[in-house]
């Protein structure tokens, strides 16, 4: 039995990619590949430096402010008594969870690296000192140093906001300088790229020449090269991002994070390193079709 | 079809063609004729718009030349094939390829058996492979006839399209042009291979043209 004609799908078709009809680039695109390597790895961590520094800005400005201290410098018989009203105060006091004298050894201590395990700290006036605990939200400094300053004078509120504000102000510039490093990493690629291809371009001027002779449309011969390009600084841009993820993942974690965070990427926030091939495709897309547009436009 | 007024056109300091105006009419056949250096090969870039005339009007396809647009002047060329003199090929694209150019720049599918069968009768069968670097004079020329002809123009111009065939292959070269002829297509082969010329007027009603000190000169019976 012959079987029924079987000649039902479409026929054969012969379909060399768009993208060989430019010859296969050597130097240049060998370079761009290492170059998208490198801004990948350079831009994986400054992204885990931005996250750090964002981590660093949230804690100081957060957990820390939830501790104050009460500083009491009194004459020695005055000391106890102001002492007592300070933390009768601070119990009536809204935002404050708890509160507690630090004993005179405890100071003592807290002493002895400054000024050695021999300071005569009985001869010293060291003032005493009341560690307090508070819901930052509920909390009003103001307010409390002016019923303190009524009841015992010789009380001074220390929020930590002093020293903690220029912290957080560091964390948040670190945080803005990683930012604009971000920006400059995304532009050299798109340099870099655009060189590489009007590099091409100029090198393979015979090659459009025929192209255009045949009917070829700018963005026809646009597309080959932008896909050449696009390609290798993606690929590129994986493997950068690959070694540098590594790298990351592979920074000792910081067990303590109250005052440091660790250099590193947490939860989520590894989404933003794994875009940053998407990011380099996008960008070396956008790049080479401009470059390559505005080139074949220009010139004849 | 093509169509230029008194169009000029000269590389500094000589003048090829001066006030020339000449229409190539719907599924006309020409020839072009005229000593080496005459002006032949320019003559056909200016007809698929690689050359602007320095003076007067080329119009294709009822428009002007120099009014088309970037785009339009591609899509132009793709009614028009060409059999160029040194049949400019991409040396890194086999000669299946090649042949192939057209459609792929177009966008258009390439069917394999058409393809082939297109090979095969240029007599390249078995070639597809070959880079143009691997291939002959004659090898050359019938696979730019084939990549001139692939996307059916309205048009193909062809210089000197036998240089480098032997006679038997010349004639079945003019036979395959005076078919598409036949079939509508407008013809202009620039030669200056008068036994070519002969043989072509018994076959088809062709005009032969001659350039001659910058003028296009309908040649008459003095071959
Ligand atoms: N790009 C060019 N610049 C200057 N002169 C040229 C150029 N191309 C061709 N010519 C000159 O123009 C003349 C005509 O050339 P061409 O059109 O190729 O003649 P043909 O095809 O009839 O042999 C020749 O003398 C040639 O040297
Ligand atoms: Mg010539």
Redesign the pocket.
Known sequence: MKPISTRSAAPATFAPGIDRIVPAAGASATLTLLAAAAMAFLAVFTLALAFSANRLADSWSGDLAATATVRISAAPDQADLQTRRVLEVLTTTPGVVSSREIPAEETRALLAPWFGPDLPVETLPIPRLVAITTEPQAFDAEGLRLRLSAEAPGAVLDDHSRWRAPLADTAVALRRIAVFSLALIGGATAAMVTLAVQASLAANGQVIRVLRLIGARDVTIARAFVRRYTLRATLGALAGTTVAAAAVAALPVVADGEFLTHLGFSGREWLWALSVPAIAAITALVATRAAALRRLRDEA | MIELHDASYG?PG?T?LAGVSLTLSRASFHFLT?P???????FLKLCYGELRPNAGRLSAFGADLAQLSRDDLAGMRRRIGVVHQDCEFLDHLTLAENVALPLIVAGRPIVESDLADLLAWVGLRGREGALPSELSGGERQRGALARAIIGAPDVILADEPTGNLDWEMSMRLLSLLVELNRMGKTVLIATHDLNLIRTAKTQVAARVLRIKDGQVQTAGADL
Do not use: D, E, M
Request: hydrophobic share 20%.
């Open positions: 590389y000589r090829l005229g080496s250096g005459a002006g032949k090969t320019t």
